[in-house]
C-alpha cells in the first residue's frame, strides 16, 4: 500500500508549497554579516547565490556541496522521495559537476507517520540516487512535527571546469530544459482541481533527473547555469543576470508550460509563493500584452526544475544536439543583452 493510499502526505506539511526556501531577501543580511574564513581553495561560497559550493582539493579534483530538503508536495510517498532526491542532486548537475555520494535529511511525526510510509519516501530516493550513481552513505533523521526530506550531496568536478551562474554575456542564448508550471499543479492537485494527465506530467518532470542536460552542457560549453526551483524562472534569470553583471529578454511564447490548463488555475487562484511575484516587480518589464496570470507562471516556485543556461549560438546548436542524441529535448526562451541595470524584459 502506498503512502497516498495509506495517508495524505501534505497534509502533514504545514508549508506545503514548490520550495520551503526563504525569500530571496530574507538571509542576504544575515549571510553578508557572518565571518568568512579566506581560503584560496574556496572556488565558489554563497556570494552570487549559486547553487553549491566548490572546494578545491588540489590541482586537479575539487567537491561540489550542496543540501536542499522540503515538506511533501505530493501524497505519494514513493514519488515524494525522488523528487526531493532528484531536486537535490540538480544543484550538482547545475555547476558541470557529478555527484558522488549523499547522505539524507529526514524529519518526519513518528507517532502519526507509519514506518512504511517512511520506507516507501526513502525507497523513491535510494532508487532515484543509485540511477544517478550516487549512493547514499548515510543520514540523520529526528522526530518532527511535520515531515520533510532531502538530500545533502557531494559532487566532484575539475577545479577549472566547474560552471557559475555568473559569466553571462550579451548575445548569449537562453536555454530551459525542462517546462514550468509544477507550482501551480501541486496547489491545484491539493484543491482537487488538477487533472490526472496535469499531475502525471508534473510528477513525471520533477522525478526526471538533470544528468544528462548536465553532461550535454558540458560538452557544448556554456557562459553560465542554474536550475530553477524556488525562486522560479524569472527568479533564477535574475540570479544569473546578477552574478554576470547584464540583462536579459524572455519570450514568453517560447517558454514551455508543463499542461495547457496551467493559465486556467492561475485564474483560479491556484498559485503559490507570490513574494516571487511582487519581487519581480523590482527587476522586471513586462511589454503590456503580457498579463498578470502570464507573469505569475513566469514566477511560480518550481521543485526539481530543469536547468537554465545562458551559452553562444554555436554551443546552443551542439547542446540541443547532445541533448536530443540522450533523448531530451529544451527550449530557447531569449538572451543575454546589454543592460547595466541588470533587467529582465518579457515580451
Known amino acids: 500500500m502506498t503512502g497516498f493510499e495509506k495517508m495524505k502526505l501534505t497534509t502533514l506539511a504545514a508549508c506545503a508549497g514548490c520550495s520551503a526556501k526563504a525569500d530571496q531577501n530574507d538571509l542576504a543580511d544575515v549571510l553578508r554579516s557572518l565571518p568568512l574564513f579566506d581560503s584560496a581553495d574556496v572556488l565558489q561560497g554563497f556570494a552570487t547565490a549559486d547553487d553549491a559550493?566548490?572546494?578545491?582539493?588540489?590541482?586537479?579534483?575539487?567537491?561540489?556541496?550542496?543540501?536542499?530538503f522540503f515538506p511533501p508536495i505530493v501524497d505519494d510517498a514513493y514519488d515524494y522521495g525522488a523528487i526531493a532526491a532528484a531536486n537535490s542532486l540538480s544543484d550538482i548537475y547545475a555547476m558541470g559537476a557529478r555527484p558522488a555520494s549523499a547522505l539524507s535529511v529526514l524529519g518526519y511525526p513518528a507517532k502519526k507517520m507509519p514506518r512504511d510510509v517512511v520506507a516507501e519516501i526513502l525507497r523513491g530516493a535510494f532508487e532515484t540516487a543509485r540511477s544517478a550513481e550516487c549512493p547514499v552513505i548515510g543520514g540523520h533523521t529526528i522526530n518532527a512535527p511535520e515531515p520533510f526530506f532531502g538530500l545533502a550531496v557531494t559532487g566532484t568536478v575539475h577545479p577549472d571546469k566547474f560552471i557559475k551562474n555568473g559569466g553571462g554575456k550579451a548575445g548569449d542564448l537562453l536555454v530551459l530544459t525542462k517546462p514550468i508550471g509544477t507550482g501551480i499543479a501541486t496547489t491545484a492537485a491539493r484543491a482537487g482541481l488538477a487533472s490526472v494527465e496535469l499531475m502525471a506530467a508534473?510528477?513525471?518532470?520533477?522525478?526526471?533527473?538533470?544528468?544528462?542536460?548536465?553532461?550535454?552542457?558540458?560538452?557544448?560549453?556554456?557562459?553560465?547555469?542554474?536550475?530553477?526551483?524556488?525562486?522560479?524562472?524569472?527568479?533564477?534569470?535574475?540570479?544569473?543576470?546578477?552574478?554576470?553583471?547584464?540583462?536579459?529578454?524572455?519570450?514568453?511564447?517560447?517558454?514551455?508550460?508543463?499542461?495547457g490548463e496551467i493559465l486556467g488555475l492561475v485564474a483560479e487562484g491556484m498559485a503559490t509563493k507570490l513574494t516571487n511575484y511582487y519581487n519581480a516587480a523590482g527587476y522586471a518589464v513586462f511589454a503590456d500584452e503580457i498579463g498578470e496570470n502570464e507573469r505569475i507562471v513566469l514566477c511560480d516556485p518550481q521543485t526539481s526544475g530543469g536547468l537554465l543556461m545562458a551559452m553562444s549560438p554555436d554551443a546552443a546548436r551542439v547542446f540541443m544536439e547532445e541533448f536530443a542524441r540522450k533523448g531530451g529535448s529544451a527550449a530557447l526562451i531569449g538572451e543575454i543583452a546589454d543592460d547595466p541595470e541588470m533587467r529582465i524584459k518579457v515580451v
Not at 559550493?53 to 536542499?68: H, M, S, Y
Open 202 to 259: 508534473a510528477v513525471g518532470t520533477m522525478k526526471k533527473l538533470n544528468k544528462e542536460a548536465s553532461e550535454a552542457m558540458s560538452a557544448a560549453g556554456v557562459s553560465a547555469c542554474t536550475d530553477v526551483t524556488g525562486f522560479g524562472l524569472l527568479g533564477h534569470l535574475h540570479e544569473i543576470c546578477l552574478a554576470s553583471g547584464v540583462g536579459a529578454l524572455v519570450r514568453y511564447r517560447d517558454v514551455p508550460l508543463i499542461g
Open 53 to 68: 559550493g566548490v572546494f578545491r582539493l588540489n590541482d586537479e579534483l575539487a567537491i561540489v556541496q550542496t543540501v536542499d
